[in-house]
T-cell receptor, first 109, second 115 residues
Framework: GQNIDQPTEMTATEGAIVQINCTYQ??????LFWYQQHAGEAPTFLSY??LDGLEEKGRFSSFLSRSKGYSYLLLKELQMKDSASYLC??????????WGAGTKLIIKP | GAVVSQHPSRVICKSGTSVKIECRSL??????MFWYRQFPKQSLMLMAT?????????EQGVEKDKFLINHASLTLSTLTVTSAHPEDSSFYIC???????????FGPGTRLTVT
């Protein structure tokens, strides 16, 4: 079966660092995506990992370990606007995205 | 680049009527478009995959006669919700890919409310 697990909700403080984990079991693997979704809006692309390791893009970094079926999204220097849901998605062997349920991130001043 | 638009952004219709939602790729040719539905506080659920010029492939549990998808050109796909009911009220989002397998570009979504 296909399964993607993320924490339902996380809380962090403005200016701090937060790590959102994602574990997965899917039929085939053609990459892992992280998307940000603000309430009432469509998802926006954050990162794509297909090889093991860390991809850094500004305040956001994403890590992948294919052997462990594990990824994390690291957000640094948190800002209030980072309050959103963060969706982990796997592209399977048919090049379709399988979505996690998302992690709601709450940033407090 | 890689902009996808949807129209309308919001629509309210009466139960029993049909609603058409358009998805356009503005600056690239979309070989494949995807239609998703998202209920409040839930993740995206893939409804169907459509390739230009061919019939859409529907996910299990999605009624193809109720959710009509047409992908007549490389820049336009439409989703028609026929005989809409209140339980069809949802956020409908399309995405498009230009054949590069590593990214889908999302439209802004359409909020459908059926009264």
């Amino acid at each position: 079966g296909q399964n993607i697990d993320q924490p339902t909700e996380m809380t962090a403080t403005e200016g701090a660092i937060v790590q959102i984990n994602c574990t997965y079991q899917t039929s085939g693997f053609n990459g892992l995506f992280w998307y940000q979704q603000h309430a009432g809006e469509a998802p926006t692309f954050l990162s794509y990992n297909v090889l093991d390791g860390l991809e850094e893009k500004g305040r956001f970094s994403s890590f992948l370990s294919r052997s462990k079926g594990y990824s994390y999204l690291l957000l640094k220097e948190l800002q209030m606007k980072d309050s959103a849901s963060y969706l982990c998605a796997i592209m399977d062997s048919n090049y379709q995205l399988i979505w996690g349920a998302g992690t709601k991130l709450i940033i407090k001043p | 680049g890689a902009v996808v638009s949807q129209h309308p952004s919001r629509v309210i219709c009466k139960s029993g009527t049909s609603v058409k939602i358009e998805c356009r790729s503005l600056d690239f040719q979309a070989t494949t478009m995807f239609w998703y539905r998202q209920f409040p506080k839930q993740s995206l659920m893939l409804m169907a995959t459509s390739n230009e010029g061919s019939k859409a492939t529907y996910e299990q549990g999605v009624e193809k006669d109720k959710f009509l998808i047409n992908h007549a050109s490389l820049t336009l796909s439409t989703l028609t919700v026929t005989s809409a009911h209140p339980e069809d009220s949802s956020f409908y989002i399309c995405s498009a890919t230009n054949g590069q397998a590593n990214e889908q570009y999302f439209g802004p979504g359409t909020r459908l409310t059926v009264t």
